[in-house]
């Protein structure tokens, strides 16, 4: 079965450069979530969307912005990177109706 | 504010014996999921196992299956025979019900299976 796909796999940037991140969901599902995972922590929620509207938003920092796309597809830009932003960056997916997300294989994220 | 305990950081335990993985949560809904997910050394989320709050009869997955304690709010995970490929982290996590249901995390319980 098709599974959530995420690029790029690898991402090594410098302080104060910006990087994208793109989530492409599972075919048909129309609710995308983006989650942060630090060094030995538990995923934390940055952000999602339904139907290409921004439907909740949690610990994200100014300097990252997100959207979806009408083929349900998302990106999620990080702007003036500090080292502390380091993590492992999933995205997931569900259908609107369903209870279950599926994740992504993530993108690991490394400030320099 | 909702939240997800897991008191456990570490566990070990035999190959094809069972251990059991605590979870308690903190929550005033009443529409909720409960969820169980593996993160092996690929880092990978992979879901185990899910309890819908409304419904009494605990949810099982081949070797894997809950204790869900509503009235407690405790989600144990149980896992029968273990083997070797069952070590990872294991996260417990909430979800409000409805459209817009981020999932909240515990701190995970690294489990090593050890042969």
């Known amino acids: 079965a098709a599974g959530v796909i995420q690029s790029p796999r690898h991402l090594i940037k410098e302080k104060r450069e910006t990087a994208t991140l793109k989530c492409y969901p599972i075919p048909r599902h129309d609710t995308v979530y983006w989650y942060q995972q630090g060094p030995g922590q538990d995923p934390q929620f940055l952000i999602s969307f339904y139907e290409k509207m921004q439907s909740d938003k949690g610990s994200i920092p100014d300097r990252f912005s997100a959207q979806q796309f009408s083929d349900y597809h998302s990106e999620l830009n990080m702007s003036s990177l500090e080292l502390g932003d380091s993590a492992l960056y999933f995205c997931?997916?569900?259908?609107?109706?369903?209870?279950?997300?599926?994740f992504g294989p993530g993108t690991r994220l490394t400030v320099l | 504010a909702q939240t997800v305990t897991q008191s456990q950081p570490e566990m070990s335990v035999q190959e094809a014996e069972t251990v059991t993985l605590s979870c308690t949560y903190d929550t005033s809904e009443n529409n909720y999921y409960l969820f169980w997910y593996k993160q092996p050394p690929s880092r990978q989320m992979i879901l185990v196992i899910r309890q819908e709050a409304y419904k009494q009869q605990n949810a099982t997955e081949n070797r894997f299956s809950v204790n869900f304690q509503k009235a407690a709010k405790s989600f144990s995970l149980k896992i029968s025979d273990s083997q070797l490929g069952d070590t990872a982290m294991y996260f417990c996590a909430w979800s409000r019900g409805g459209a817009t249901n981020k999932l909240i995390f515990g701190t995970g319980t690294l489990l090593a299976v050890q042969p």
């Open positions: 997931a997916s569900k259908l609107r109706g369903a209870d279950t997300q599926y």
